[in-house]
């Protein structure tokens, strides 16, 4: 089943980009205004961000985040077959951020969101930086195509570790130089070892682990922003905020993400992921009081957006 799949998404990815994107607007119709695929989830969650918009414009950030959606998956599939060459010119990043950290001697943790086109962040990333570069990813259950998702992200180099192997393979790797990429916009699975801030006004559980992790390392921390030019074009801008997070207050770091995690969704709210629970679990101050953060004083920063 395995060769069948790919074989048959490989020759689906040697297609002209002009019918990929014709592909991807008759899916637009088909999974977000025929099947409604999570529109209500979407729309709560753009209501609960958003509440100063109108209807009218709440719906146009999710009709164009439905027509990014659908564009990300076909050119996930297209990365199967894309070449080096060509993907370096359809995604253009300030890499030198990250290089200049590295030769330097300092490792790197990216902290990012889900936005659009995190695949193409992880192969052309892989390409431009001079080190190790690893990703943090949940298994997919269907085991085909999690293997097909596993060598679409590993064929120019990208080491990819499942989180429930994370301890163990991350002290392997981490003995050479690094750069880690790590998702800061999920939500906790654990409520009791959460940081509860704000996210739009509405308590949300960030990860504790990067920042911990950081501090631990002593790695430097670079946010990354991913946003759309044109269809099928991107550019990812790396913007460092510290090289010594050791030296920073507990939680700085978690609250200077997620001011910048919101400063991009306002910027662009069509170009993030608004199709997962993004204020899935209840805040209790009963029980997670103890988890507020106490809003250390974060230096101001500048993002080029």
């Not at 979407?42 to 209501?47: A, D, G, K, T």
């Amino acid at each position: 089943m395995y060769y069948l799949g790919y074989y048959t998404l490989y020759l689906v990815s040697l297609l002209p980009w002009f019918i990929i994107y014709g592909l991807s607007d008759f899916l637009y119709l088909v999974i977000y205004k025929i099947f409604g695929y999570r529109k209500k989830v979407v729309l709560n969650n753009l209501i609960t961000a958003f509440p100063g918009k109108t209807d009218k414009e709440r719906q146009k950030i999710a009709n164009e985040m439905y027509h990014q959606l659908i564009d990300t998956f076909l050119e996930t599939i297209k990365l199967l077959s894309i070449t080096k060459e060509e993907l370096n010119k359809r995604f253009v990043c300030n890499y030198e951020v990250v290089n200049d950290l590295l030769d330097s001697g300092q490792n790197v943790q990216l902290h990012g969101g889900h936005f659009f086109n995190w695949e193409y962040v992880n192969l052309a990333y892989c390409i431009n930086i001079k080190s190790n570069f690893m990703g943090v990813y949940n298994p997919l259950t269907n085991k085909v195509m999690d293997k097909i998702m596993y060598d679409m992200r590993t064929r120019f180099g990208t080491i990819t570790i499942p989180t429930s192997n994370f301890n163990r393979a991350f002290l392997k790797y981490s003995k050479e130089k690094y750069v880690l990429a790590l998702g800061g916009d999920q939500n906790s699975s654990n409520l009791h070892n959460a940081y509860w801030l704000p996210f739009f006004g509405k308590m949300a559980p960030f990860v504790t682990g990067l920042e911990r992790m950081a501090v631990a390392k002593d790695t430097a921390i670079v946010f990354v922003n991913t946003h759309q030019v044109k269809r099928g074009y991107y550019r990812s801008v790396m913007s460092l905020y510290t090289t010594t997070p050791a030296a920073l207050p507990k939680g700085e770091i978690t609250i200077a993400f997620r001011n910048f995690l919101e400063e991009q969704i306002k910027q662009r709210p069509s170009n993030y992921l608004w199709t997962h629970k993004r204020w899935k679990h209840r805040f209790d101050d009963a029980k997670y009081s103890d988890m507020v953060l106490e809003y250390p004083k974060v230096r101001d920063s500048s993002y080029e957006l």
